[in-house]
C-alpha cells in the first residue's frame, strides 16, 4: 500500500505512546513450522510469515528478514543454509585489487535476490495496516563479507584503494536493489550496517558513510524511507558520522547504552533499540523480558523520539512466549502513563 512516509514519520514522532518496531520476521518459521532454509527459499513463505507476525502482534511496522547473506551470495559468496540459524557467508571471493577490478556487479535478480521482491510485492498484498520495510545489506557490511569480515578493517588500512573499488560496486548495486523494492510496493528499508560499528569514526566516515549517503539520497522521497541499523559497540563514537548519512530514523544494538545514545539524537531524528536478542528475547524468561522493557523504557521515553525496539533480529527460535511478553511489558508500561520528557 503506497503511503506517505514523510507523513508517517511526523506522526510517529508526535506520538506519546509509540508502538514497538522489533526486528522481527524469522520467528514466524514456528508460528508456521516450516525451517529458515524453507523460508529463505520461498516468497510465498516470506510474505505470509510477516503477515502471521502482523496478525498476531501490535508492531508500528512491519519489517522483513535481515538476511545478510542475500546480496553478498548474489556477487558469488558462499554461504551456509541451516534449519534453525541465520544464513552464514564463508570465506572472501576479493583479496587482491585485480579481483576488485574483475568484480562483476550483478543484476537484481540474481541469486535469491528476485525471491525477496517477489516476497515484498506479495507482502503489500497481504499487510495493508502499517508500514512495511524491506531489509538490505549496507554497503561496508557487503563489502566485508566479500573481502572476508576479519580482513576488511586491515584492507582499510593497507589496501584502501581496493576496498573502495568494491564499495562503489557493492553501492551501485545496493542502489538498484533497493530501487527494485521501491518498485514492488515496499514503503522503505531497514539498511543493515553493523560491520561499520567496529570501524573508528574516521573509517567509519570513509569507509560506510559517504556510501550510505549516496544510497539514501538516490532512493528516498517522501513516499519511501531508509532505516539504518547498526548493531556495534562504536556508534555513540560516531554517532555525528551517521547523523550525516541523512539518515532520519535509525536502529541500534544492545551493545551500547541506549539512553547515552538518546542524548546524542537530535529531536527530529528517531531512534530505535535496544532489547538483547540473545540475552532476552532468545535466552530470557517472560520475567526477564517484562523487567527489560519497562527498565529501558523508564530511561528511554523520556525523550520523545525513542522507539523501543530489538537490539537487532530476533533470532529464529526465540520463544514466542518471551517475544509476546515483550510486547506486554510495552502496553503495561504505556497504560501506566509514566511518558514523561528529557530534563
Known amino acids: 500500500m503506497k503511503r506517505n512516509m514523510d507523513k508517517w514519520f511526523e506522526e510517529t514522532l508526535k506520538e506519546e505512546k509509540k508502538q514497538s518496531i522489533p526486528v522481527l520476521s524469522f520467528p514466524a518459521i514456528q508460528l508456521m513450522d516450516i525451517t529458515v532454509k524453507d523460508l529463505i527459499a520461498s516468497s510465498d513463505a516470506q510474505a505470509n510469515g510477516m503477515a502471521t507476525i502482523a496478525q498476531r ?40 585489487q ?8 550483478p543484476e537484481v535478480g540474481a541469486g535469491r535476490t528476485g525471491i525477496y521482491v517477489e516476497a515484498m510485492e506479495k507482502a503489500m498484498e497481504l499487510i495493508t495496516d502499517r508500514p512495511v520495510f524491506a531489509g538490505i545489506i549496507g554497503p561496508y557490511s557487503l563489502a566485508g563479507r ?6 576488511a578493517m586491515i584492507y582499510c588500512y593497507d589496501e584502501p584503494e581496493m576496498v573502495h573499488t568494491v564499495l562503489r560496486k557493492v553501492t551501485d548495486f ?19 550496517e553493523p560491520l561499520t560499528g567496529l570501524l573508528s569514526p574516521d573509517l567509519a ?13 538516490a532512493v528516498e522521497d517522501e513516499n519511501f524511507l531508509v532505516v539504518y541499523h547498526n548493531c556495534g559497540g562504536g556508534t555513540i563514537a560516531m554517532i555525528d558520522n551517521l547523523l ?4 532520519r530514523m535509525f536502529h541500534f544494538g544492545d551493545a551500547i547504552d541506549m539512553e547515552e545514545m538518546m542524548k546524542h539524537i537530535p529531536a527530529d531524528r528517531i531512534a530505535m533499540g535496544n532489547i538483547s536478542p540473545s540475552a532476552q528475547f532468545r535466552n530470557g524468561t517472560p520475567e526477564s523480558m517484562r523487567e527489560a522493557v519497562l527498565a529501558q523504557m523508564e530511561k528511554c521515553t523520556k525523550y520523545p523520539n525513542f522507539v523501543i525496539s ?25 497504560k501506566s502513563n509514566k511518558v514523561g520528557k528529557a530534563s
Open 205 to 217: 566516515e570513509e569507509f560506510s558513510c559517504t556510501y550510505v549517503k549516496e544510497i539514501i539520497d
Open 244 to 247: 550525516n548519512t541523512g539518515a
Open 310 to 334: 530489538s537490539g537487532c533480529d530476533v533470532p529464529p527460535l526465540s520463544p514466542w512466549e518471551n517475544i509476546d511478553a515483550f510486547f506486554a511489558a510495552v502496553d503495561e508500561f504505556y
Open 57 to 96: 502482534v501490535p508492531t508500528g511496522a512491519s519489517v522483513s528478514l535481515m538476511d545478510l547473506s542475500v546480496e553478498a551470495e548474489c556477487f558469488g559468496s558462499e554461504i551456509l543454509v541451516y534449519d534453525d540459524e541465520v544464513p552464514a557467508v564463508i570465506g572472501s571471493i576479493v583479496s587482491t
Open 98 to 105: 585485480e579481483e576488485a577490478d574483475a568484480l562483476k556487479v
Open 174 to 192: 545496493l542502489i538498484e536493489y533497493t530501487m527494485a523494492y521501491k518498485k514492488a510496493g515496499a514503503n522503505g528499508v531497514v539498511m543493515a
Open 146 to 151: 566479500l573481502l572476508d569480515v576479519t580482513e
